[in-house]
C-alpha cells in the first residue's frame, strides 16, 4: 500500500509538471419556481415501534441513531413550466441575460448590464463561460451555479419538474441558417407536442423548440448545461444528475456516449463532439483523428471550443509545431480574438490520462 501511494504521489506530480509545461505553449399551466425544491423532497427515516414508558427518558450517556435523510426527486409529468421573466440581451450578451433570466426564477431582479461586466468582463466581442456564474451568484445572492457537459432531454425535463431552470448553450438558429452559439434558459416541456419551452434572450418569451431540434443543435457544444441553485437544494440536485456530478465520472460517460454518436451517425458535428469528448477525458490520440475527421466532413465554424480543445491536444502529443498552426487556423472561427478566449491546458484531463497510465488503476475509482 505504501509502494501503491508513493507512485500515485509521484504520477499526480509529473502530471501537474506535464500541464505547466503545455500551458507554456399551447403553453402548459405554470408551476411557480418560488416554493424551493427542498419542500418537496421526500426524507425518509427508519421507522421505530412505540417505546415503553421506562424506556422514553434514556440515560444522558446513550446516544440516540441518527436516521438517515434520502432525497427523491419529482418524477417529471407530462408537461411543466416555470415562471420566468423574459430579458432581450444587449449585444454578444445571451449568457448574462440567460443569467438574469434564470435568477428571476427565486424572484431576483438582476441588472443584465451588472452581469455582463461581471461574467464577460468589458470586451462586448468576448461571450460568457460558465465557470464565473458560481462565485458571482454566490458573493450577490447566496446562490450556487454547477455546470456539466453530457445533459440529455431526459434531464432537462426532470430539472424542469423539480423547480430548476438549466441553461444550455446551443446554435441560436438552425447552423444553416446562422452558425452562433448561443446561451437560452429552459423553462418547460410538453411531452404531448415534443416540446421544450425556453426563455430566449434573442428569439423571445416561451419559445418553443422540438426536443428533436434541442438535442441536435446542442451536440456541437458537448451538451453542456448549467443550474443556479439554492445551497440547501444541493442534495436534490445531486440526486437528479447522479453519478455524473462527478466529474470523472461526467467526462467518462460524455466519452462513451459521443464515441457511439459518431460512429452510429457519421456527421461533422458528431465527429468533433467525440474528439472534444476524448481530450476532455485524457484520450489525446482518439481526440486527434475525431478532430481530423469532422474538420475534413463539414464546417466547424463557431464550434468556439475547437479553439483550445484542438490545438492542447497536439501538445499534449508533443506536436508543437502543428499546435501554433492549428491555432492561427482555427482563430477565425470567431470574431473574437483567440487572446480572449483560448483556454490552458485542461489539467483534469491530463490527471485522467496518466491515471489511466495506470496498470493498477485502469477503471475509474469510486467517488
Not at 99 to 109: D, K, R, W
Not at 155 to 171: D, E, I, M, R, S
Not at 195 to 222: A, E, H
Request: proline share 7%; hydrophobic share 45%; net charge neutral.
Amino acid at each position: 500500500m505504501r509502494a501503491r501511494a508513493l507512485v500515485i504521489a509521484a504520477v499526480a506530480l509529473t502530471a501537474v509538471l506535464v500541464v505547466a509545461a503545455l500551458a507554456a505553449g399551447a403553453a402548459p399551466a405554470l408551476a411557480t419556481r418560488a416554493t424551493a425544491p427542498a419542500a418537496e423532497i421526500s426524507v425518509s427515516t427508519p421507522p421505530q415501534a412505540d417505546a415503553p414508558a421506562s424506556a422514553q427518558a434514556p440515560d444522558a450517556a446513550v446516544t440516540a441513531p441518527v436516521a438517515i435523510q434520502t432525497v427523491e426527486p419529482k418524477a417529471a409529468p407530462a408537461s411543466a413550466a416555470l415562471d420566468m421573466r423574459h430579458l432581450w440581451q444587449s449585444l454578444n450578451n445571451c449568457g448574462p441575460a440567460s443569467v438574469v433570466m434564470a435568477l428571476s426564477t427565486f424572484g431576483i431582479t438582476a441588472d443584465q448590464e451588472t452581469a455582463r461586466l461581471a461574467l464577460r468582463g468589458p470586451d462586448v466581442r468576448r461571450g460568457m463561460g460558465p465557470q464565473g456564474v458560481d462565485p458571482w451568484v454566490k458573493e450577490l445572492y447566496g446562490l450556487r451555479s454547477m455546470w456539466r457537459n453530457n445533459g440529455t432531454n431526459g434531464l432537462l425535463k426532470q430539472l424542469v419538474a423539480n423547480g430548476f431552470a438549466p441553461l444550455v448553450t446551443q446554435w441560436m438558429q438552425d447552423p444553416s441558417v446562422s452558425r452562433i452559439a448561443h446561451w437560452r434558459a429552459i423553462r418547460g416541456y410538453d411531452d404531448a407536442l415534443g416540446t421544450f419551452y425556453v426563455n430566449d434572450p434573442m428569439l423571445g418569451n416561451f419559445v418553443p423548440l422540438s426536443y428533436r431540434w434541442i438535442q441536435d443543435n446542442w451536440q456541437p457544444f458537448s451538451y453542456r448545461y448549467m443550474v443556479i441553485y439554492r445551497p440547501e437544494d444541493e442534495a436534490l440536485l445531486k440526486a437528479i444528475v447522479g453519478p455524473e456530478w462527478s466529474e470523472s465520472r461526467n467526462r467518462e460517460a460524455f466519452y462513451q456516449r459521443t464515441k457511439a454518436e459518431a460512429l452510429a451517425q457519421d456527421t461533422a458535428a458528431a465527429w468533433l463532439t467525440y474528439g472534444e469528448a476524448s481530450y476532455q477525458s485524457g484520450r489525446f490520440d482518439e481526440a486527434l483523428a475525431a478532430f481530423d475527421k469532422g474538420l475534413a466532413m463539414g464546417n466547424a465554424q463557431g464550434v468556439f471550443t475547437l479553439r483550445s480543445s484542438y490545438p492542447q491536444t497536439l501538445r499534449a502529443l508533443g506536436k508543437q509545431r502543428e499546435a501554433d498552426a492549428a491555432q492561427a487556423k482555427l482563430s477565425n472561427l470567431s470574431a473574437v480574438p483567440s487572446s480572449t478566449v483560448a483556454s490552458p491546458p485542461d489539467s483534469f484531463a491530463v490527471w485522467m490520462a496518466f491515471r489511466r497510465t495506470l496498470a493498477f488503476d485502469t477503471d475509474l475509482p469510486s467517488e
